[in-house]
């Protein structure tokens, strides 16, 4: 079992920036998990944000966030983080942590941080 717990979520102004953090703990070999960030704006579907494979060699990016956002983990903390900047309106929504085992693919969520960007 593994608890994921996001925070660092909060109100910025547009073109700001803002940092999320993710902590994992339990029974957990952090780097058996690809570890991947979602949102879900209001009426909205949760969608794809970023990921990043258990060495952190390997990254991936929605391409609404491609050079605005940085996935990066920490192993070692058992933490990922989300480094947000240039921040738009469009990207208000509840962040939510995810973690999938790269051999089972069993997922666990976290319970979600929201980030508000005004305009």
């Known amino acids: 079992q593994v608890a994921l717990v996001e925070s660092g979520g909060g109100l910025v102004q547009a073109g700001g920036s803002l940092r999320l953090s993710c902590a994992a703990s339990g029974r957990t070999f952090f780097t058996s998990y690809t570890m991947n960030w979602f949102r879900q704006a209001p009426g909205k579907e949760r969608e794809f944000v970023a990921a990043?494979?258990?060495?952190?060699?390997?990254?991936y990016y929605a391409d609404s966030v491609k050079g605005r956002f940085t996935i990066s983990r920490d192993n070692a903390k058992n933490t990922v983080y989300l480094q947000m900047n240039s921040l738009k309106p469009e990207d208000t929504a509840v962040y939510y942590c995810?973690?999938?085992?790269?051999?089972?693919?069993?997922?666990?969520w976290g319970q979600g941080t929201q980030v508000t960007v005004s305009s």
């Open positions: 990043i494979r258990w060495s952190g060699g390997n990254t």
């Open positions: 995810n973690a999938e085992h790269r051999a089972t693919n069993r997922n666990y």
